[in-house]
């Protein structure tokens, strides 16, 4: 199967659009989505180097309306909110998530004017945020981020659903939360203050030794192993947002995962703490505004939407032909034009 352009490069400009479904939107929604790559190629084929993309998701209540007791991505629920000591984190509207990227804001511009067109009249966007890269790839609080990201394999295993939950293998879980930041009060900290609040060093960027960086870093509560002692990974590519006459300065976090529970366990260990009470400090100057989960589709299915039923087939008949070929030893065509995990003959078969 293959992935919407979840890994897509680093960009310097993104807009996300969180949109709610009207009643009786639903069958309209399904069309929209299915055209999402359409639409996609009829704005950035114009200006290739843009590297024009997008992602779709679709929250836990759409999908309930779209295939009332149909089939369902296993991790798929509503965005669990979190309330610690100190601080929360909110769980916010949201049925459909449009993460556009590109080199250009007016092609990100164009492709969610499109978009927006065609929701009128099945729902409408609840929140649009327009994140700009600043300097070298520096949140509004300063810090470079993003370095810690898995690359290559790593991060496709990170995002990838696979044999877990084969009928939806091939796409990925989001969350996205939007974060306000206190710039007065954090400019008012020492460089060497911030920099024990995140666990790296301001203007170099490099991870502070263990001895050095305390267990409530933002760092440390996000440094996360598996039983097995194994790090859970997810990737990021939160952008930097504000309105300087608001004075208001933001961070979109966005977070990629095959399992959403990876980004779940990180958002326990900043909020709740870990150990229970150990929160990150980052919080103390960043207020965590929205908060939602959505389930990202492999292009496949995303583009049969319109179907009546999703057609989860081909995803199983990839898996279960990946794990054939396996056993018999043969090697997945990793050259397929269409980047399915097709193998040789079985290649496109539906069961
Ligand atoms: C106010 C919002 C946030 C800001 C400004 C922020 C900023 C940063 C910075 C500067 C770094 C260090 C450089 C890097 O490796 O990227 C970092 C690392 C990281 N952040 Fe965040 N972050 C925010 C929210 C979150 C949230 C909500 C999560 C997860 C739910 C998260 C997960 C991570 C992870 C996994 C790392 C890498 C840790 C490592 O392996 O070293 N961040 N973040």
Redesign the pocket.
């Known amino acids: 199967m293959t992935q919407q352009a979840v890994l897509g490069p680093f960009t310097e400009a993104a807009i996300f659009l969180v949109a709610v479904v009207s009643p009786d939107g639903e069958n309209g929604v399904r069309e929209l989505l299915a055209d999402v790559p359409g639409l996609r190629r009829s704005v950035g084929f114009r200006i290739p180097e843009g590297e024009l993309s997008c992602v779709a998701g679709i929250g836990s209540d759409l999908w309930g309306r779209i295939f009332p007791g149909g089939p369902r991505p296993a991790q798929l629920h509503p965005f669990i909110p979190l309330a610690g000591d100190r601080h929360t984190a909110v769980a916010t509207p949201g049925d459909l998530l449009f993460h556009i990227r590109a080199h250009r804001l007016d092609l990100c511009f164009e492709l969610a004017q499109r978009l927006t067109a065609r929701l009128a009249g099945l729902g409408r966007v609840i929140d649009e945020v327009h994140g700009f890269r600043s300097f070298d790839e520096r949140?509004l609080?300063g810090?470079?981020?993003?370095?810690?990201?898995p690359e290559g394999e790593e991060a496709s295993s990170a995002v990838t659903i696979g044999v877990e939950d084969p009928a939806f293998a091939g796409g990925s879980y989001v969350?996205v939360?939007k974060?306000l930041?206190d710039l007065t009060a954090w400019d008012g900290l020492a460089v060497e203050h911030q920099e024990l609040i995140?666990?790296?060093t301001k203007l170099s960027?490099i991870?502070l030794p263990d001895d050095v960086k305390p267990s409530n870093s933002?760092?440390a509560l996000?440094?996360i192993v598996d039983e097995n002692g194994e790090?859970r990974?997810?990737v990021?590519f939160?952008m930097p947002f504000g309105r300087v006459s608001e004075a208001e300065f933001g961070?979109y976090?966005i977070?990629y995962a095959s399992d959403p529970d990876v980004?779940e366990q990180?958002?326990r260990n900043?909020f709740l703490g870990s150990p229970r009470g150990n929160y990150d400090r980052?919080?103390d100057f960043?207020t965590?505004v929205t908060g939602t989960l959505f389930f990202v589709p492999s292009l496949e299915l995303l583009e049969g939407l319109a179907e009546p039923e999703p057609d989860t087939s081909a995803a199983e008949g990839a898996i279960a032909g990946a794990e054939g070929a396996a056993a018999n030893g043969l090697e997945p065509d990793a050259d397929n034009d269409d980047g399915s995990l097709g193998i040789g003959g079985l290649k496109g078969v539906s069961t």
């Open positions: 949140d609080l810090f470079v981020d993003g370095t810690e990201n969350i939360q974060y930041h995140v666990g790296r960027d991870e933002h760092v996000n440094t790090e990974e997810i990021r939160n961070t976090f977070g980004i990180m958002l900043m980052i919080l960043s965590a």
